[in-house]
């Protein structure tokens, strides 16, 4: 009440955003820049979320893929963000004085390495089996376990990175911007891994642009394997919660760059942004988008300047 706003009862329709948690709301190129962006504020929050599985049971194939990267990238930025005592900036001088995302601390870890198990246990298992009530009610839950990570840790560069990919697709359509995926638009492989300028419908991209959680999970690959030398340890924590396995530290990036890759590839999720018709000289363009999402950029456990970017941007054009 304090902010002069109404309560907020949430009651979500995907397992992905985790909103129903969080603080924070998204616009789409609020100022003519062609990008997505977003804010945090106390009074955000929802004062109730219901959360029911049965509300996911209908949500196409291609929407519980996009949803679910979502989640995943959810948990893994939040675990791997700078951690809460080494954010840039000085202290708050009072608890109310803190930013929406504080960094890492011991109460978001929790909530995102169980998040990245049920990943691991049921993301795949929900999309091939759209009947399994168990994995649906699994990803209801981790949708809303990485809400409560994420909404306190923050996020860093997959996302400040996705904002300008949805919001180019979406704003500033260029002619050889390409996206389909299964239940939005009718497409076989063959049609995603054709060239731009086919004369395939399917080729057209869809109204609403790329969706979210799929420009996330074209940027991680390349954006876990630079960043783990930054924090090698939790990189390489995040990667057991999501193999099952223990992974060496000096291998982490290298293994979580390899398992987002072959989720991709299982999930039909385009291998890089030249599969969506992103061609080399848009990198400038793209990194000029992000550089100024410094709400989640910001959190990344190591510098992220235009140069950086423009090495995850290209990297991320093909793997």
């Given at each position: 009440?304090?902010?002069?706003?109404?309560?907020?009862?949430?009651?979500?329709?995907?397992?992905?955003?985790?909103?129903?948690t969080?603080?924070t709301?998204?616009?789409?190129?609020?100022?003519?820049?062609?990008?997505?962006?977003?804010?945090?504020?106390?009074?955000?929050?929802?004062?109730?979320?219901?959360?029911?599985?049965?509300?996911?049971?209908?949500?196409?194939?291609?929407?519980?893929?996009?949803?679910?990267?979502d989640?995943?990238c959810?948990?893994?930025?939040?675990?791997?963000?700078?951690?809460?005592?080494?954010?840039?900036?000085?202290?708050?001088?009072?608890?109310?004085?803190?930013?929406?995302?504080?960094?890492a601390?011991?109460?978001?870890?929790?909530?995102?390495?169980?998040?990245?198990?049920?990943?691991?246990?049921?993301?795949?298992?929900?999309?091939?089996?759209?009947?399994?009530?168990?994995?649906?009610?699994?990803?209801?839950?981790?949708?809303?376990?990485?809400g409560?990570?994420?909404?306190?840790?923050?996020?860093?560069?997959?996302?400040?990175?996705?904002?300008?990919?949805?919001?180019?697709?979406?704003?500033?359509?260029?002619?050889?911007?390409?996206?389909?995926?299964?239940?939005?638009?009718?497409?076989?492989?063959?049609?995603?891994?054709?060239?731009?300028?086919?004369?395939?419908?399917?080729?057209?991209?869809?109204?609403?642009?790329i969706?979210?959680?799929?420009?996330?999970?074209?940027?991680?690959?390349?954006?876990?394997?630079?960043?783990?030398?930054?924090?090698?340890?939790?990189?390489?924590?995040?990667?057991?919660?999501?193999?099952?396995?223990?992974?060496?530290?000096?291998?982490?990036?290298?293994?979580?760059?390899?398992?987002?890759?072959?989720?991709?590839?299982?999930?039909?999720?385009?291998?890089?942004?030249?599969?969506?018709?992103?061609?080399?000289?848009?990198?400038?363009?793209?990194?000029?988008?992000s550089?100024?999402?410094?709400?989640?950029?910001?959190?990344?456990?190591?510098?992220?300047?235009?140069?950086?970017?423009?090495?995850?941007?290209?990297?991320?054009?093909?793997?």
């Amino acid at each position: 009440e304090k902010c002069g706003m109404p309560s907020v009862l949430a009651v979500p329709t995907t397992s992905g955003t985790g909103s129903e948690t969080t603080g924070t709301a998204v616009f789409v190129d609020v100022e003519g820049v062609g990008a997505k962006t977003g804010i945090s504020a106390r009074g955000l929050r929802p004062r109730l979320g219901i959360v029911d599985p049965e509300n996911m049971g209908s949500a196409p194939r291609g929407v519980k893929i996009a949803a679910g990267w979502d989640v995943l990238c959810h948990a893994l930025e939040s675990y791997t963000v700078v951690e809460f005592d080494r954010r840039p900036g000085p202290a708050p001088r009072t608890p109310l004085d803190r930013p929406a995302y504080q960094g890492a601390n011991p109460i978001s870890d929790i909530w995102c390495l169980k998040t990245l198990d049920l990943i691991r246990r049921y993301f795949v298992r929900s999309v091939i089996h759209p009947d399994d009530v168990a994995a649906r009610d699994a990803m209801a839950l981790a949708a809303t376990y990485a809400g409560i990570g994420f909404g306190n840790a923050g996020l860093h560069a997959p996302h400040g990175m996705s904002y300008a990919i949805s919001g180019l697709s979406r704003t500033s359509p260029l002619p050889r911007l390409r996206y389909a995926f299964p239940d939005y638009a009718s497409a076989s492989a063959d049609d995603l891994a054709a060239p731009p300028g086919s004369s395939s419908s399917a080729h057209a991209i869809h109204p609403a642009g790329i969706p979210h959680g799929v420009a996330v999970a074209v940027c991680a690959p390349a954006v876990f394997r630079l960043t783990a030398a930054a924090a090698p340890r939790r990189h390489a924590e995040a990667a057991e919660a999501l193999t099952g396995v223990g992974v060496p530290e000096g291998a982490a990036g290298e293994t979580l760059s390899g398992v987002l890759q072959g989720l991709m590839e299982r999930l039909g999720v385009p291998p890089g942004l030249a599969h969506m018709g992103f061609e080399d000289g848009d990198v400038e363009t793209l990194v000029e988008r992000s550089v100024c999402q410094q709400r989640v950029i910001g959190l990344a456990p190591m510098p992220l300047v235009g140069d950086t970017l423009g090495l995850m941007f290209q990297e991320a054009m093909r793997y």
